[in-house]
């Protein structure tokens, strides 16, 4: 799971900026609990961005993997939404 961790974030961006020209089609990748409302709370996120949402239950059917390709303008997008992902409860990033 991402957490809130400054330098993280510096570096990613710094290889985001590095990596492609923007706006740049970008792939998320989660995993949660497979609980309606977190699936949910998750895909709001996304609602104002050109976005392509994928779910994929496990064999237990106890997690989901969540797939979002979206166009993101700019490295600092796409951090915020991996810092508002990490407010779900029990989300992993990937």
């Known amino acids: 799971m991402l957490k809130d961790n400054k330098d993280f974030f510096i570096r990613l961006e710094k290889q985001l900026l590095e990596s492609s020209d923007w706006p740049t089609l970008y ?23 050109d976005s392509e949402i994928s779910t994929k ?22 951090i915020e939404k991996y810092k508002l992902a990490a407010k779900i409860e029990g989300i992993i990033s990937l």
Do not use: G, Q
């Open 27 to 49: 792939m998320f990748k989660f995993i949660l609990k497979s609980e309606n409302k977190s699936v949910i709370k998750l895909k709001s996120l996304f609602k104002e961005i």
């Open 57 to 78: 239950l496990s064999s237990s059917e106890k997690f989901i993997s969540v797939t979002i390709k979206a166009k993101m303008k700019s490295p600092s997008l796409i």
